[in-house]
């Protein structure tokens, strides 16, 4: 009686065991050693998978709904010799699969390496291979020591990479002493994923618009308002030289350097978010980026006033300009439209615009006018603006 007493007292102290390291849970594991990225808002798979031997994995994720890009946190069980991986797949196979290995180093550091598995047949299927998953933070992998885990790290952007993760791989193998090596899983198992979708860190989607409206903003003030008031000095404003010209060089030059604020927040802008239209924009960008540095160029190699190719210099340098200050108009309400079209961006500018195409038409009606009135205008010489022609 008493024997059988204490043989269930056993089963049960066991079952308690297995249940609890089986059921490795959100709550016993701490997030704060991971300091890539905000954690507070990821939720939580609790556990993912554990195997036979109570090795678990506790997978913490979310989808961005602004970038669709996912903030990924896998904790699991990582000791010497040993390895852990979430793979993702199209189909549920391992084959053709993308993996994100954690490993310890012979230094006992933990180091997460992405593979690529090409097929089961050959001990060398599984390639150290990064280009199928764009990673766009990390991956980092910090280890507790007491509890022997590792918790991987990174954010991923599926929506441009050729793998996919319609399902989750988990699986656990052997590897060499000092990690760099590894060897067949020993358990594994898929389960479909179904990535809660939100706001990665309570900020995320809010750097990403004060960025937009920050790269917005320094394209419009320079191709749409510096280097159109400068283009129109040198039409217009001839008749104060050489003032205008120096005005025209200063307003130019400020213009180009905004160009390049504008470039440069534009690819910052483009590692995190791929709208819809995304590629024509950059596309124009670039190439504006290369006619606004050939307009610099033309200004510092410019010939001189009386050598014969000035001519042929001065249509150039004016019908580039002017191609490029049109072609800007149309990039600028594109990045608009795929910003989301923020009423207030697209009315300011539209009202500059229209300033700048009413100043225009005024202007270019006060040059031709006085283009007709030539004859008088050449005896009755002034020194004020509005001239047509002359050079730079």
Known sequence: MVASKLMCMCVLLLSYVDSTAATASCATNDLSSVTLFSTSALKCSDPSFADSNNNAFILWSLKDNVTQNVDIVVAAPVST????AIGFSDQGYMVGSTAMIATLQANGIPKVTQYRLENQNSPGACVADNSTLSILLGPKATYDSVS??????????????????????????????DGATIYEHTSRTSTQSAFVTGVTGASASEVISKQSKAHGAVNIFGWGVLLPIGAMIARYARGYDPAWFYIHAVCQSLGFLFVIAGVGT????SHKVTPQGFGAHRGIALFLFALAFLQVLALVLRPKKDAKVRKYWNWYHSGLGRFALFLAVINIYIGIH?????KSMRVGYSVILAIEIVAMVVLELLVWLRWNRQPYARSNQTNEGFQFGGTI
């Open 338 to 342: 795929i910003a989301g079209g923020e």
């Open 148 to 177: 022997s885990t590792v918790y991987m790290a990174f954010r991923a952007d599926f929506t441009n990479s050729s793998a996919k993760a319609n399902w989750l791989l988990w699986a656990y193998g052997p590897s060499s002493a």
């Open 81 to 84: 010799s040993k390895w852990a």
């Open 266 to 269: 534009g690819i910052v802008l």
